[in-house]
């Protein structure tokens, strides 16, 4: 699945203002899988000591019960394009939606740990779709004129999602006295916290019945005329739907499709360029920041803050997520991606190393000393806000404009693999290490974030300002 063709010369293609809303209704409804994709990430935040007390496991087994959901994840990813070529763009939403219900329902009613950890991924699987079919659908359904601003609705929907997820963990919370195993509508918390999740789902699937399908899988489906009426929908009535129709049909029939073997090459397997996608999505990982969505709760208490108070802060980082998330968006295409990510791996060294000190001290009466426990607090949002005024965008933008046009696509696809193997890896280590040693785990996280700084400097291009064709 790719964006529709470039924009006409004659530059004819920007919708009339009438047209606009009905563009943002569209983006917007397709962004809610963004929103699923983040709050599905890390609504498991909010159950993670539960799970631990009422199935009596140990870390290593807790982990994987967290983590394997990224399973799912890099199936659905990895399958979605195909599965929305053959059944259409809305359909494939549609299936992500029930994935998502039956995967909130299933977690919240769990038999055993065995069919919880079922259940995650199955969620799992729905947010790898989710994560291809949102951006792909948008660049096809959007004009030329507003792509770029309203493909940015996927990551502000997964940002958002993040948070909204905290917020409702906080409040459940509350409502239940505090603990996470207490009685809520006949439910223990944790478990009401992760079946709430079925209310965004069926928005979701609701809202896919409300927009129209992808022209440019109308036509490559021989539909034609629905393919035009969605065009006059998204793009205007001024719009030249003869020329349309034939520029989508010709790029399509232009269109190289990459496989695996198009990467091979250079001394260590694959094309030096791909080993630097690799890189960047490895390094965006390494830094553990998933720690901050998936157990932050459980790293607060861990030091001896309160419950109550462990989930308001998850929350408030969750807001200095989206808050850097804007920030890039505002500054991407204009200082460019590779000062922004070097920004970010400075600013990530200065907030992972202080937590790495902060947490180096003895705990007095099960909590840090006052200072190492503000310093710690404090670090933690500024690592979070470099990251994601940085890293977590820049990242993607990369990985959609670096490669050559005749392995783009495989490209993209090894690479968020290796993300998606690489979030595991952080995921399924963490408690593990944290038991060890949670200061040393924290020095391991500042290393990765310190050595992704000549990284950049050394094999990183900047891409900004540069067509796709002009990558090669």
């Not at 209704?25 to 935040?45: C, E, K």
């Not at 917020?167 to 709430?196: P, S, T």
Request: proline fraction near 3%; charged fraction near 15%.
């Amino acid at each position: 699945m790719t964006s529709s063709a470039q924009p006409l010369k004659s530059g004819a293609r920007e919708a009339h203002p009438e047209h606009l809303g009905h563009v943002i209704f569209i983006a917007a409804a397709a962004a809610m899988g963004g929103f699923l994709f983040g709050y599905d990430s890390a609504v498991i935040n909010g159950a993670v000591e539960a799970i631990r007390d009422r199935y009596d496991i140990g870390s290593a087994a807790l982990a994987q019960v967290i983590a394997i959901a990224l399973i799912g994840c890099a199936i659905g990813a990895a399958t979605a394009g195909r599965i929305a070529d053959r059944i259409g763009r809305i359909r494939c939403m549609q299936i992500s939606a029930v994935l998502f219900t039956v995967s909130a329902v299933g977690s919240a009613l769990p038999f055993a740990l065995y069919d919880l950890a079922f259940w995650r991924v199955i969620g799992g699987f729905a947010i790898g779709m989710a994560s291809v079919i949102g951006p792909a659908y948008i660049a096809e359904v959007a004009p030329a004129a507003y792509r770029g601003r309203l493909g940015s609705f996927q990551q502000a929907a997964i940002v958002i999602g993040i948070a909204i997820s905290q917020l409702v963990n906080w409040g459940i919370l509350n409502a239940a006295g505090g603990d996470q195993r207490g009685k809520l509508m006949g439910l223990e918390a944790w478990q009401v916290m992760l079946g709430v999740m079925v209310i965004p789902a069926v928005l979701y699937g609701l809202l896919s019945f409300a927009i129209p399908e992808s022209p440019r899988f109308l036509i490559s489906a021989g539909k034609d005329v629905r393919a035009r009426e969605v065009l006059r929908e998204v793009e205007g009535d001024s719009v030249d739907l003869d020329a349309r129709v034939a520029e989508i049909e010709h790029a399509m029939k232009s269109e190289h499709k990459s496989v695996f073997k198009d990467l091979l090459g250079g001394t260590f397997f694959f094309k030096p360029i791909v080993w630097v996608g690799i890189g960047l999505s490895v390094f965006q990982q390494f830094v553990g920041i998933n720690v901050a969505f998936y157990y932050s709760s459980t790293l607060w208490q861990s030091v001896g803050v309160d419950p109550s108070e462990s989930f308001f802060y998850s929350f408030t980082t969750s807001i200095i997520n989206i808050v850097g998330t804007v920030i890039a968006m505002i500054f991407v295409d204009r200082i460019g991606r590779k000062p922004l990510a070097l920004i970010g791996s400075v600013g990530m060294v200065i907030g992972l190393g202080l937590e790495a000190w902060a947490f180096s001290f003895d705990l007095v009466d099960g909590k840090l000393p006052a200072t190492q426990g503000w310093v710690a607090l404090i670090a933690a949002h500024v690592f979070v806000l470099f990251f994601a005024l940085s890293w977590g965008v820049v990242v993607w933008v990369f990985l959609g404009e670096m490669f050559p046009n005749k392995i783009r696509a495989a490209a993209l696809g090894v690479a968020a693999s290796a993300q998606w193997i690489a979030n595991w890896a952080i995921t399924a280590s963490f408690p593990s290490l944290a038991d060890w040693n949670l200061s040393m785990t924290y020095v391991i996280y500042t290393v990765f974030a310190a050595l992704s700084i000549p990284f950049v400097l050394k094999f990183v291009t900047e891409t900004k300002g540069k067509t796709l064709e002009e990558m090669g």
